[in-house]
């Protein structure tokens, strides 16, 4: 979705360390030390919040992640 927001934190942080948009065709690319858990979160206006795991422990240099956001019911946008 373009123009979603992205929030990354490590899984044992409270606070989100990295923010990103989505580009026009709603793809982002974000680098984190490898060797860690991070939560991602994708919010957009109008559709519920999604979050993913991701263990970057394995080593694994790159990681597709597809949201599939769901529309917001009983909310004013």
Do not use: C, H
């Not at 065709?25 to 490898?34: D, L, N, P, S, T």
């Amino acid at each position: 979705m373009p123009g979603a927001e992205l929030r990354i934190r490590r899984a044992s942080e409270k606070k989100f360390k990295w923010n990103d948009r989505a580009n026009s065709r709603g793809e982002f690319a974000i680098r984190v030390k490898m060797g860690a858990d991070y939560d991602v979160v994708v919010r957009a206006k109008g559709y519920r919040d999604e979050s993913q795991a991701v263990n970057a422990a394995t080593g694994e240099r790159f990681k597709d992640l597809v949201f599939r956001l769901q529309r917001q019911t009983g909310k004013k946008s």
